[in-house]
């Protein structure tokens, strides 16, 4: 499974700060208590937070041009996380594992202050499977999968504004 399916990159390339981009470095721990690293991006008053889980390659750090587009082009609240054996985090990644990741990091999120009327998982890639199963089992505001294989976003940054802010406004 590890061979195969999950591509990990321990090494940092940059941080939100290269782009431009205030964040807050996180370490919080999985569902079964592995030690995970992410970035919680503020977003403006009144808007949504999107809990970001990336795809297979890399690690957070190569999601920077995404970040913009949540950031600073919808102004919601971003937070990403790295899986287990990803950059910064701990372990080595599983099918389960991912899950107790983003499990751990909606606690965290909950922590915070964010409840599930405001939130929206994000899924890209691998990602996907993981909002999926996270959406399965806490419901959010909203979720968007990106599966693999297709241009994102299909009909442009300047449409998905609206989409973000009709899902958390339930």
Known sequence: EHQFLYFPTRTLVATPAAAGLPYEEV?????????????????EP????????????????????????????????????????YGQSEGRAT???????????????????????????????????VALQLALEAPPAGVVLKPPSLPWPPWGATTMAPFISCSAGR
């Open 27 to 43: 370490f919080f721990a999985a569902a079964d208590g592995v030690r995970l690293h992410g970035w919680y991006l503020p977003g």
């Open 95 to 129: 099918e389960e594992g991912t899950y107790a990741d983003a499990r751990g990091a909606l606690a965290w999120l909950r922590g915070r202050g964010w409840e599930a009327e405001r939130l929206v998982y994000f899924g890209r890639s691998l990602g996907a499977a």
């Open 46 to 85: 009144g808007r949504p937070a999107l809990l970001f889980a990336h795809g297979n390659a890399g690690n957070i750090s190569h999601r920077l041009e995404n970040l913009r587009l949540f950031h600073q082009q919808l102004g919601v609240t971003v937070f990403i996380f790295d899986y287990r054996g």
